[in-house]
Every structure is written in C-alpha cells, then in structure tokens.
C-alpha cells in the first residue's frame, strides 16, 4: 500500500529530529497523537499539534504519560494509526502501558528521545541510556520492537519503518532517539507519498460473529478489527484465551505469552536489520547505535589510517537483537567495541552472544554529551591485541589527555 | 421445563454464563440499571464502547456485555476511553469502575476528562473500599472505619467525588445509592444522552469487605441503611454539616449544557477545511 498524499509534506526540508519523526509519522498514517510535554521531545509534539487538524488527524496533550499511552491504545483500537513521544521520566511512567500494549497486541508507535538519567537527570543533554529499559520495563515476558536512528532523516523513514513493523506483528515499537538525533537540524527528503510503502493493518475478514481477537495467523499474528464495527470483541490485560475472554491457568499463561514472545523471537530473521562495513577480515568490529554510530565513524577512520583492520557494525533494528550475526562474527574477529552513552546495555548482548570467543570492550559514557572519537580509538587501539577474549565486557582506563 | 430468559439476556454475551460478583454485591442492581436505561432509550449495543478499569465493578461490562469491550488497567479507563471518544465521536462510551480505580489511582484522568468536558458517561461505583483486594482502605472510606489497612480506623477525610467532579466543569453530576435503582436508571439514561462529560456515583454495598470492616451485616442491611441515611439534594441544601453527619446526599448536582471536546475537534477540522 503507498502513503496517502495527506500526510505526506514531499520535497526538501531542513529538520531536526523531533520534527522528522512527526512528519514520518504522518507520512506513515498517524492520526492520532496523546503525549504530555516533556524536553527533548516536545518539538515532536508541537509540530503534531500544529499539523494534526491539517490532515483529519487529532491531537490531544493529556495530563500525563499514562494518560497519553492509554490513549493512544484506545484510538489505536479504533483503526486509527497512533503515537505518543515522551524522554526519560516520561517513559518510566509509560512502562504500565507498554505492558498493556504488548498484551493486547495493540499495533502503536512510541518514541523515546533519550536524555541523561536517572531521575531527571539531564533534561537537555543526550544519553543511551534507555536501552535496557526499552525491552524489560514493563514488568512480565513480551517482546518488542526497537530502532534507532542517527539523523533527522533516518528519524524520518524509521518512524514510517516503526509504524509498518507495529502493523505487521501487532506490536509496540519503539523509536529510540537521543537528543542529539532529536535536537540536529540537517536535510530531511520527504519523497512523493507513492514512494512510500505503507503496511496496511491486517484486518479480520470473517463473519461478524465469528471474530476471535486473539487467533493468531500462520505467522503468529492475529487479525485484527476495529472498536465500534461490530464484530463485540473483548479485550483485556488479563491472561486471555482467542475470544479476549481471562482465562487464569498456566496452560493458557503458555500458550499466550510463548506465542507474545515468539512472534516476535520466530520472525526475527525479517526484523532485525542492521549496516556492515569491512567486517569480513576485520580484526576489530565497533558496533553502536543511534548518534554514537557517527561519532564512532571518526575513530574508525582514524584505526584504519593506523594500519588496523576495522570493521563496523550499525544497529538499525536493535530490538530484536541480531543475535546470529553476532555470534558468527565472534568466531571471526579478535574483538568487539561497543562505544554507547551508557554504563554497559546493548553491550550485555554482545557479549552474550560472543559466547566468550571475541573480546567485548565497552566505551562508555554517562551522558550529557557524545563521544571524544579518541576514546574510541584508544580502546580499539587495544582491543585489536584481542588479549581480553573470555573476561566478559572490559573497558580499557581512558587514555590521558595533555 | 421451559427457562425464561432475563429480559436483558439478550444484551449480555451468549457464552458468559456468570458473573464475578459476591452475592449480594451491589453491581448486579448497577448492571441492570445500565442495560435498563439501554433497553428504555431503544439503543443498540454496536451504538456503544465499555471501558474499565480494575477492581470488582470494572467486571461488571466485562465481559458480560455483547459489545465492544475493552477492559484496561487499574486507574485509567477513563484516558483510554478519551483516546476511543476523538476518534469515534459517533459512539456512546461508557466507563464503568469502581472509587478506588477513578477517585484514587485514575483521580486525575477523571478530574481531566471532566476539565475537558469529553462525552462520555462515567458510572462509578462507590463502595467505600478496595473490593478486589480484599478490604483495604480507600479515599472513599468513612473517617474513622477500621478496614485492613486501617486496623485503628481511618484517619483520613472522606473523599465527596460528585463535588470534585463538579467543580472540574462536568456537564452532568449525579450520584444515587443501590436503594434507588429507578433514579439511578433515570440518570444513567440523562448521561448517556448529555453531549459531555457525565457522571453518575452509584453508592454501593460490598456486604463481603465493606460490610465486614463496618459491621453493617448482610446486604439487605446495607441496603436499609442506605434508605435511611440517603437525603435529597435540595432538602440536603437547607441543612448544615452537623445535620448532615453520615447523610448520603443523593440526586442530580450538575445538569448544564457546555462545549464538548470531540465537537470541538469537528468544529476546529471544518473551519480548517474552511480556510
Ligand atoms: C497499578 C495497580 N495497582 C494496584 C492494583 C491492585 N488492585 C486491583 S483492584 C484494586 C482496588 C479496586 O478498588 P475499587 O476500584 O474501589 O474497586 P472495587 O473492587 O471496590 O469495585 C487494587 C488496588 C492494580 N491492579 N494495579
Ligand atoms: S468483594 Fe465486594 S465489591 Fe467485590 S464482588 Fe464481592 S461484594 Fe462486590
Ligand atoms: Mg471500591
């Protein structure tokens, strides 16, 4: 299906990264925003408030995060497409919601423009530090979806990328920004709307009556329909069985949240989606995300002119997680080196997944600011001995500076 | 032996043979009087979408009803119902849940809604404590009862809904007692039909964990106790506080006309479309 022409602003703009993102919502078929105002991710919702009755979508500022990803599923269920964006406190406060969102198979987009943490940490300033928290905040088993962007643009076509995936596999997915993607102002190129591809909602085509809102298709996705056309279907949080209807047993626990958790899991070779550079016979590969991926770009750059044989590995789709490429590399290179805005997340799952056959060396930052490519350096300068393999994450004392 | 169907059978799902509530539990008259003032308005049930919350009155649409049914989580039906109302203006909502889902934990989507003047119809159930749970203490709880979270009795104030509901701009405010099954119904038709934010306090026996804390006995007894201690609103405005020390005030407080949010979203959409 292609974008409908309404929401989609074709040409040349200059953009930040808020701004792209509600703009790649609308280009997706958002028409429907609930969000409470928190920086640096109010521009999104400003730029939603002035668009939204442009293009017969609505635009509600709730009274709070809860509020506004409760909302956000209740239009969701109404057929309409549907985003909330929040940073930091915000998005612990959506946890609840997510949850619900994952249980109920709502198809919805979140996006998290990350700040300094914890608490209210660094309101202006970026971090990564959400990752971790992106896949298990809420509390029980589910699976999500997650990308990360690392410019206005990107920001632009993964909104539209995270729209389709929440339509495919009836699921949450989250946008992962960090307030530098949010807050950089670049070229952003809106194609005409019959360049973009659009996942239609995968509606039940049944008898009314006959509706089960929880019968999964062959892929492990059930139809869906909408609130209002009806079909009296019944959602609820509880443990549910095909009708919607709780059931509270162990078998219906299994058969319900394996099959939340592997249509993610089972489908995640069509998911997961990452960028290779010079990896094959590379002794040293840099995996990182969103705005540390460019940063990362410089020390690599900087290796190579050393003589070391760098190769880089970008996280598009971090959640899923590209386990398998992971682990074949591992058997293949010396090391792995994860710079991140963080203390030590997405690092974790690297080195799970080296299974202690490549060294894992962490570049951390504790945010407010982004990478000096030296420490990156400095650390891949090390890794290549390879000397760490099998001490699980290491991170290398930062290199003095005059 | 031939079964005679309850006349409301027909509004309930053909698979959900029971219900969840206690016998005795004020909910069952709460339900009848909603799909009494459905039958008596002539509506269908596709004309509407029950949300809930969590707690034992958030049962009673769910999943009873042969409807949409969306039965959500503890303290904000009342958000999801928002995010439903903008986008389906055409629909009656109902949210039904209990003091402890909308006064405490969703108190301030509640206040919010009624802010903004959304069309929906809210019946809250007030029972005076935490049902589900087990008896705790709740904003809506008598000062001085003991429950289980109030072994040497409540401390607290009583929280009076209809007035904050009142005061944050509802349209229409009403509450009855489980004694008035008929005002009630009256009522639950006037809100579904108010174009804003409606909202009827149903004051509830829960025989099994409000009874027990207050020694009130069986529900019949509740039941008596609500008919002796209910007062008009408008002989209730003639009495002071002292008078009026462990009264339920009970009719239609707010009954206005005012600027609906969807309308007004229909409104801003043509004047856009306008220019
Ligand atoms: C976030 C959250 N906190 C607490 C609970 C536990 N809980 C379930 S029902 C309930 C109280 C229900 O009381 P009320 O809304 O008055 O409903 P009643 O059972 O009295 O009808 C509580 C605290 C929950 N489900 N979710
Ligand atoms: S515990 Fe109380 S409120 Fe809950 S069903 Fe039983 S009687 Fe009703
Ligand atoms: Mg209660």
């Given amino acids: ?402 | 032996m031939s079964v005679s169907a309850h006349p409301f059978r027909r509004y309930m799902r053909n698979h959900v043979t029971r219900t969840t509530t206690c016998p005795g539990c004020g909910n069952g008259i709460i339900t009848q009087a909603i799909l009494r003032a459905i039958d008596e308005l002539g509506l269908d049930m596709d004309d509407f979408i029950f949300v809930s919350g969590i707690g034992c009155s958030a049962w009673i649409p769910s999943p009873l009803f042969a409807a949409d049914t969306l039965h959500t989580t503890h303290g904000r039906p009342i958000a999801f119902a928002t995010g439903i109302k903008l986008c389906l203006p055409e629909k009656n909502i109902l949210v039904a849940s209990g003091d402890g889902d909308l006064a405490a934990i969703g108190g301030n989507h509640l206040i919010h809604a009624a802010r903004r003047n959304i069309d929906m119809t809210v019946v809250l159930v007030n029972n005076g404590i935490y049902g589900m749970t087990g008896g705790q203490t709740a904003p809506t709880t008598p000062r001085g009862l003991t429950t289980i979270t109030s072994p040497h009795g409540t401390l607290e104030h009583t929280f009076d809904i209809c007035a904050m509901v009142a005061a944050a701009g509802a349209s229409y405010v009403t509450r009855w007692t489980t004694y008035h099954p008929r005002q009630m119904t009256r009522s639950i038709k006037k809100a579904i039909v108010k174009k804003g934010f409606a909202l009827v306090e149903a004051i509830s026996q829960c025989p099994v964990q409000f009874g027990r804390a207050a020694k009130l006995g069986k529900a019949v007894d509740m039941l008596k106790h609500f008919k002796e201690n209910s007062i008009r609103i408008d002989k209730a405005r003639n009495l002071d506080e002292e008078a009026l020390k462990g009264k339920i005030v009970v009719g239609e407080f707010v009954d206005i006309e005012k600027a609906e949010l969807a309308s007004e979203w229909a409104r801003l959409k043509q004047e856009v479309m306008e220019v």
Avoid at chain 1, 33 to 42: E, R
Avoid at chain 1, 51 to 72: H, K, N, T
Avoid at chain 1, 110 to 129: C, D, F, H, K
Avoid at chain 1, 258 to 265: A, H, Q, T
Wanted: aromatic share 8%; net charge negative.
């Fill in chain 1, 1 to 402: 299906m292609k974008a409908d022409p309404k929401g989609v602003l074709t040409g040349s703009h200059f953009l930040d990264g808020d701004h792209a993102c509600a703009e790649g919502a609308l280009a997706a078929g958002c028409r429907f925003f609930g969000g409470y105002p928190i920086t640096p991710s109010t521009e999104v919702a400003e730029r939603f408030s002035q668009r939204c009755p442009l293009v017969e979508a609505i635009f509600i500022q709730m009274e709070d995060e809860l509020g506004s990803l409760a909302a956000v599923i209740g239009a969701a269920w109404t057929g309409r497409k549907a985003m909330t964006v929040t940073s930091g406190p915000g998005f612990s406060l959506m946890m609840e919601h997510i949850g619900l969102a994952a249980m109920l198979e709502t198809p919805l987009v979140l996006a998290n423009v990350q700040r300094g943490g914890p608490s209210t940490g660094l309101p202006t300033l970026t971090g990564q530090a959400d990752m971790m928290q992106a896949r298990w905040g809420s509390h029980g088993d589910y699976e999500i979806i997650a990308v990360s962007p690392n410019s206005p643009q990107e920001t632009f076509d993964f909104t539209i990328k995270a729209f389709n995936l929440s339509e495919r596999y009836r699921v949450p997915v989250l946008v992962m920004l960090d307030e530098c993607v949010g807050h950089m102002t670049e070229k952003v190129v809106i194609p005409p709307a019959d360049e973009i591809e659009i996942e239609p909602r995968r509606y039940y085509k049944g008898p009314k009556d006959k509706y089960l809102p929880f019968k999964p298709d062959k892929d492990l996705v059930p139809p869906m329909v909408d609130a209002g056309s009806g079909t009296r279907f019944h959602v609820t949080g509880l443990t549910h069985d095909y009708r919607g209807y709780p059931v509270m047993s162990a078998d219906c626990q299994e058969e319900l949240v394996r099959r939340l958790v592997n249509k993610i899991r089972k489908n995640a070779d069509h998911i997961v989606e990452y960028e290779e550079e010079q990896t094959d016979g590379a002794d040293v590969v840099v995996i990182s995300y969103g705005i540390t991926s460019r940063v990362a770009l410089r020390a690599v750059d900087l290796a190579r002119q050393e003589g070391i044989k760098v190769g880089i590995l970008r996280l598009i789709v971090v959640w899923p997680f590209p386990e398998k490429r992971i682990r074949e590399l591992a058997g293949k290179v010396k090391a792995f080196v994860m710079p991140e805005i963080n203390y030590g997340q997405m690092v974790l799952e690297v080195d799970r997944c080296a299974c202690g056959r490549a060294e894992v060396a962490l570049v951390p930052h504790g945010g407010g600011w982004v990478h000096d490519p030296e420490d990156i350096l400095h650390t891949i300068r090390q890794a290549a001995k390879g000397k760490g393999v099998g001490k699980g994450v290491i991170e290398y004392p930062r290199k003095k500076r005059g």
